[in-house]
């Protein structure tokens, strides 16, 4: 890891007319932005295809890519759209994504554009060379032939076969232009970071094609389920209710199923966060039917017998891990002993003492700092809701002295200026936008997920402002 900075940013917040972000010309415009300003990394949430909250934390796959992100433009210009169905999919609001809109007209839009493939030959070769990705096309027609049930209530296994094509096509197809979207960032000398969520959704192509590297009963339900205790986010903690591996098995094939995740991740990126990396070291089991965490138990992880697995595939390529929360001396060792850069966030340091880990004088080097995180407040939404004394320590600290409306720069020269090796900004903090544009809540199922930037707002950022301080702290 060199000294540079980034932005994170979700693919869905990319400002267009067809009510999410897409891979299409305002991912290069973005670039272009990042490029300007001296940032290196683009940094995004996972992928996946997100589950009914709009969540990409839990997705019917872990091998997919949300469909819904393919550039309708692109399949107008391949003649697989025409021009007034491209103007029907224009949108109602630019400021938030139309998630409701999206699932009811998105997917038989494209199945249109599907039934005018000519040559599947390379939807056939994609498909072969990613089965998990293949499975999960399969698992989702079924899914439509039994009527959106779930996989342990299917009463029959016939894919339908018109949908099966369908995703078929949508998953070959965002990969192909994802993977256009990357090389365009990589000639421009800008670096693509993804997530990867530690766990899978149980109804999910994952678990019903590979029932046994998890903790099902013999019924095929869980008998402990994902979450973490109580915390500063949380007084109940937070039930995720994924299924739990069952890492016993998983290390019998040498972690075979992740190793082929992280492979799959990093075609797509040139380096990943894995989410929630303490639980690799002790992840928090909840009994099954408990309708709170807080009734949940420690228990011991894979370690660095998985993380050696990972390395192996990851052949030296960035892996940064998530190491907040309940963080224990075994945890700290777990990220020492893996070499991989944990995080720093800002806002943390100031809910502690002179000692947080989170305060930018205690940044080393193999780190990536943020000001914030997509589950946090954005920085002015913070500075506002921080009471009179941790706000002036946090002015005091980036030594400024006027109006503490107008601290922000300084605290982000105080980012930049951090012995942190990697700097990632969230866009909102670039912008000094408020708490309304907060990606997400831990804890709240409705009303996250849907904020987008427009391209006004992106014209009324100054690139020779963040290139001047790249430069300055010697980030670029």
Known sequence: MKR???VLMHVSSLWGKYSEGAFGKEAREWIDFLKASGFSVWQVLPFCLPDECNSPYKSFSAFSINPFFIDLPTLFDQKLLTADELCQAEQKTPYACEFERLAEERFALLTKASERVTDRSPINAFLKAHPQTA???RFMAIKATNGGKEWVDWETDVPDANILSAWQFTQYEAYRQWREIKTYANQKGISIVGDVPIYVAYDS??????QSLFQLDKRKRPTAVAGVPPDYFCRDGQLWGNPLYDWK???ADGYAWWCERLSFMLELFDGVR???FRGLESYFSIPAGEPTARNGVWKKGPGMSLIRALQRVADGKLLIAEDLGDITPEVH????????PGMRVLQFGFLGDENSPHLPHNY??????YTGTHDNNTLLGFVWELDDNARARLMEYCGYTGDWNRCYDAILRTMFASHAGLLVLPVQDLLLFGRDTRINTPGRSAGNWSYRLTHEQLKSLSPEKFLRWNRLYSRV
């Open 364 to 369: 080393d080097f193999n780190c990536v700092a």
């Open 4 to 6: 540079s900075s980034g």
């Open 274 to 276: 894995i989410d929630h």
């Open 135 to 137: 499975n999960f096309c």
């Open 333 to 340: 060792k777990l990220v020492k002993d893996s070499g991989y």
């Open 205 to 210: 192509a994952d678990v019903w094609a590979n």
């Open 249 to 251: 098995r998983m290390k």
